[in-house]
């Protein structure tokens, strides 16, 4: 049983890697907790994760995950760069900076809901009947 343990777990493990539909989680994520390690943000990021820049079905974005969108994160961009880790490294940095100067959609930017430990993404609001 400890055997089929060490067999299935790599093997999900590099089928989500794999996967198209989780490219955002894969690489982003991990970056997302290195930027930010040791912020008050951590336990609920840690929690959230997909939820930092999705809500709902994966591929809905929040306004975090529309803003990064907009700032240039993409799977063109990631698989341009994964091969050099300190290029991607610094291609996450950017992006996460840019993003923490921008307003999210309540209004404060998102490096001011950061500080706070709050998530930085908001998923739109219910439309009203």
């Known amino acids: 049983m400890r055997c089929l343990r060490f067999l299935v777990i790599p093997l999900v493990v590099a089928v989500c890697m794999s996967a198209n539909s989780v490219w ?6 991990p970056a997302f907790v290195q930027h ?6 951590m336990p609920l990021a840690v929690k959230a994760q997909c939820e930092i820049c999705h809500y709902g079905e994966e591929d809905e974005r929040n306004d975090y995950g529309l803003k990064l969108s907009e700032l240039g994160a993409s799977e063109k961009k990631f698989m341009e760069l994964q091969e050099d880790r ?8 950017e992006l996460f900076e840019k993003a923490e100067e921008k307003k999210s959609s309540s209004g ?11 998530l930085p993404g908001t998923p ?5 009947p």
């Open 24 to 29: 955002a989680i894969t690489p982003f994520f």
């Open 36 to 41: 930010y390690r040791g912020t008050p943000l």
């Open 124 to 128: 739109p609001a219910a439309e009203k």
């Open 86 to 93: 300190a290029k991607l490294n610094a291609w996450f940095k």
């Open 108 to 118: 404060v930017t998102f490096g001011e809901l950061i500080e706070k430990g709050r």
